[in-house]
């Protein structure tokens, strides 16, 4: 999702530094802050005691305390209360560890479907004040499904086309990495170069949120492309969807990553939020440098459906020495909504 925005900074490189559902009640008491109703069992989140909301919230440590008892509240016919960005990341979390984790053979592939939206960005040389100019338009969504090596050394394959069409698709290999070697070209047959076996999901990354935590926070941002100048916050924030992105088979990975996120200062919750396919969604958002980047999550389930990012100025992609046209406040510049994920026999056959 960040090869534009990478694009981008490359042609302004000179500029200056600038299981299922939780229980009805539960969800009834985190959307609307509501007491909890007497009853003889008592369901707790996943590090969350069941203490006031209002205070789990405040993203102090899990409290065991149980809230005071006290009879609903008469309906007033208000409009339901937003709920915090650490209880729909908890929730998120106690979603996803749910259910047994899926394992893969070596000889075995990742299959991820995703639907995928960015921009295109089209040169327009320099104004009169010498800066460089792009103008950018929005890319259509593109259906993709990728089989991906569990151990990195067999050849997998990509395929995508034009989201809901009945377009040819689009074949691109992915070759394995076996005895320190891989054909990274197709025209150049027999050429092959030195390389290290790529895992379709990384069994480095950590499964303790502080660990995970570190993990996001760490100083180098080099290919991941987040550019020097973005706040640590938000370079922290935007890392966790392209963990959660390469971990959709570890689910005490994704677990983490959202443990992680809940401590991150700043987010906020966007309710009626859809992702690029339309499916609607709870996301959780965090804005910096004119760009909102949020993760959304089914409302009912609180599963993870993918990241939207959106401008909210209409100059967040420009810099000193690069000018950007075509967006507007509200314009989306990366969205990825993720469909399905499974282990599969073969690259190219559908699990």
Same mark, same amino acid.
Request: net charge positive.
């Given at each position: 999702m960040t090869n534009d925005l990478m694009l981008l900074r490359e042609l302004g490189e000179d500029r200056g530094p600038g299981a299922g559902a939780p229980p009805a009640d539960l969800r009834r008491r985190v959307l609307t802050g509501a007491p909890r109703r007497h009853r003889p069992?008592?369901?707790?989140?996943?590090?969350?005691?069941?203490a006031a909301v209002a205070v789990a919230l405040a993203g102090s440590q899990a409290l065991n305390t149980p809230a005071p008892?006290?009879?609903?509240?008469?309906?007033?016919?208000?409009?339901?209360?937003?709920p915090e960005a650490a209880v729909v990341l908890r929730l998120a979390a106690q979603h996803v560890t749910a259910a047994p984790a899926p394992t893969g053979r070596a000889d075995q592939f990742v299959f991820v479907a995703y639907v995928q939206a960015g921009i295109r960005i089209h040169n327009q040389g320099r104004d009169d004040a010498g800066h460089r100019v792009v103008r950018v338009t929005p890319a259509p969504p593109r259906s993709v499904e990728e089989w991906r090596s569990v151990d990195g050394?067999? /050849?997998g394959v990509s395929r995508s086309r034009?989201?809901?069409? #009945?377009?040819?698709?689009?074949?691109v290999p992915v070759p394995?990495?076996?005895?320190?070697r891989w054909a990274p070209t197709l025209d150049r047959p027999g050429h092959t170069e030195s390389c290290t076996p790529q895992p379709a999901s990384r069994p480095d990354l950590p499964t303790d949120p502080a660990a995970m935590r570190r993990y996001l926070y760490r100083a180098e941002a080099g290919s991941e492309g987040f550019g020097g100048n973005v706040p640590a916050d938000?370079?922290?924030?935007?890392?966790?969807?392209?963990?959660?992105?390469?971990?959709?088979?570890?689910?005490?990975?994704?677990?983490a990553v959202f443990e992680a996120v809940s401590t991150v200062p700043g987010t906020t919750v966007r309710t009626g939020a859809r992702d690029v396919t339309g499916r609607p969604g709870v996301a959780v958002t965090r804005v910096a440098e004119g760009i909102?980047?949020?993760?959304?999550? /089914?409302?009912?389930?609180?599963?993870?459906?993918?990241?939207? #990012?959106?401008?909210v100025t209409a100059t967040a992609l420009s810099s000193a020495d690069l000018r950007v046209t075509g967006l507007r406040p509200g314009d989306a510049i990366a969205r990825e909504a993720i469909l399905s994920a499974a282990v599969a026999d073969t690259a190219g056959r559908r699990p």
């Open positions: 069992a008592v369901w707790r989140l996943a590090g969350l005691g069941a008892v006290v009879p609903d509240p008469p309906s007033t016919g208000a409009v339901a209360a937003k050394k067999h /050849d034009e989201y809901s069409s #009945s377009q040819e698709w689009v074949r394995g990495c076996r005895n320190g938000q370079r922290a924030f935007r890392r966790a969807t392209e963990v959660l992105r390469v971990s959709l088979l570890r689910p005490q990975v994704q677990a909102r980047d949020e993760l959304l999550f /089914d409302p009912s389930s609180y599963a993870y459906l993918g990241a939207n #990012s959106t401008v």
